[in-house]
C-alpha cells in the first residue's frame, strides 16, 4: 500500500489549494479515506474523510470551506480547500482505513505535504 500526497504549498490568506493523494491499495478493503493535518499547535487533527458507506464527515473548522472528494477507483483522493485562513497552515497528510484478511483492520499514511497560509 502506499499514498502519495501533493499539492502543498504557500498561498495567501483567502486563497486556495487543491490537495491530491494518489492511493495504491492492493487488495485492502478499504472502509475511510480521510485527511488529517498536523498544526504547530495542535496534534494531528481529522479534517475531512469519506467512509465506504458514502458518508462525509468535515472538522468544525473547515466546514462549508474545504471539499473532501475521490475517483471513483479509490486510486485518488481529493481536498479543496477555499477561504483559507493562517489557522490552517500546518502538514496534510492522507490516510486510508480498511481490513485485509491478514492484517485485520490496519491504516496507511501518506508522507505529508506542508501547505502555508499568509496573512
Known amino acids: 500500500v502506499q499514498l502519495q500526497a501533493s499539492g502543498g504549498g504557500l498561498v495567501q490568506a483567502g486563497g486556495s489549494l487543491r490537495l491530491s493523494c494518489a492511493v495504491s491499495?492492493?487488495?485492502?478493503?478499504?472502509?475511510?479515506m480521510a485527511w488529517y493535518r498536523q498544526t504547530p499547535r495542535e496534534e494531528r487533527e481529522l479534517v475531512a474523510r469519506i467512509v465506504s458507506n458514502g458518508n462525509i464527515n468535515y472538522a468544525d473548522s473547515v466546514k462549508g470551506r474545504f471539499t473532501i472528494s475521490k475517483d471513483n477507483a479509490d486510486t485518488e483522493l481529493y481536498l479543496q480547500m477555499n477561504s483559507l485562513k493562517p489557522e490552517d497552515t500546518g502538514v496534510y497528510f492522507c490516510?486510508?482505513?480498511?481490513?485485509?484478511?491478514?492484517?485485520?483492520?490496519?491504516?496507511?499514511w501518506g508522507q505529508g505535504t506542508l501547505v502555508t497560509v499568509s496573512s
Open positions: 491499495r492492493g487488495t485492502l478493503r478499504l472502509n475511510i
Open positions: 490516510a486510508i482505513n480498511g481490513w485485509t484478511p491478514t492484517t485485520g483492520s490496519v491504516t496507511y
